[in-house]
């Protein structure tokens, strides 16, 4: 039963315009969301979180959104950029702290030059 | 330079030869925890630890075991490994309470081969 879903295995953007990365999720105690990067050959980094007590973060080129009432996060990418060719992970945790993270099934995006 | 570190980074063995995954960071983390990636799936938990001598069961722990006799080491431990152990292995730590939640930091895979 997979409680943390990204229904995209794969997305290609044009560079400069913007890159929408979704993920949805079932366990309505989940309130506690993060954005993972990772690169081939390299581990996942942290990118960017969302406490459920907000709908939206933003960092910089990152966005993310939360609407708890559709179970549904995304992650906004403005401009896009060739660097940001990678997988994106979304995770969930249930209460404060993040040790126990359901990840997603990753979504692969491409920036085209 | 704060960082995870996973060895080997590969390896081929074949079922049943024990085999055991090192880990160890640099950061005083207090959590640690390793993850399995396999295709359509993404990052499964298969063991944590909050802290010394204290682990849990993730969502797959079958088949594997772990060891907290240190902070900065978490070795993954795979007694008769059998060819669905397969997989892209990830060791992750991070520091446990305080006012803000703390992101898992993750070492680079061990992608390991069960023939």
């Known amino acids: 039963d997979q409680q943390v879903k990204q229904n995209s295995p794969s997305l290609s953007v044009q560079e400069g315009r913007i890159s929408i990365l979704n993920c949805d999720y079932t366990?309505?105690?989940?309130?506690?969301f993060l954005w993972y990067k990772k690169y081939p050959a390299e581990g996942p980094t942290f990118l960017i979180s969302i406490s459920s007590i907000k709908d939206k973060n933003e960092d910089g080129r990152f966005t993310v959104f939360l609407n708890k009432s559709a179970k549904h996060l995304s992650l906004h990418i403005v401009p896009s950029q060739p660097g940001d060719s990678a997988v994106y992970f979304c995770a969930a945790s249930v209460h404060f702290g993040n040790e126990k993270l359901t990840f997603g099934t990753g979504t692969r995006l491409t920036i085209i030059p | 330079e704060a960082q995870v570190t996973q060895n080997p980074r590969y390896l081929i063995t074949v079922t049943g030869k024990k085999l055991t995954v090192t880990c160890s960071q640099n950061m005083n983390h207090e959590y640690m925890s390793w993850y399995r990636q396999d295709p359509g799936l993404g990052l499964r938990q298969i063991y944590y630890?909050?802290?010394?001598?204290?682990?849990d069961k993730g969502d797959v722990p079958e088949g594997y075991k772990v060891s907290r006799k240190e902070k900065r080491n978490f070795p993954l431990i795979l007694e008769s490994p059998s060819p669905n152990q397969t997989s892209l292995y990830f060791c992750?730590?991070?520091?446990?309470?305080?006012?803000?939640?703390?992101?898992?930091?993750f070492g680079d895979g061990t992608r390991l081969s069960i023939l």
């Open positions: 992750a730590s991070s520091l446990l309470g305080g006012e803000s939640n703390q992101p898992q930091h």
């Open positions: 630890s909050m802290n010394v001598e204290v682990t």
């Open positions: 366990n309505s105690m989940f309130d506690y």
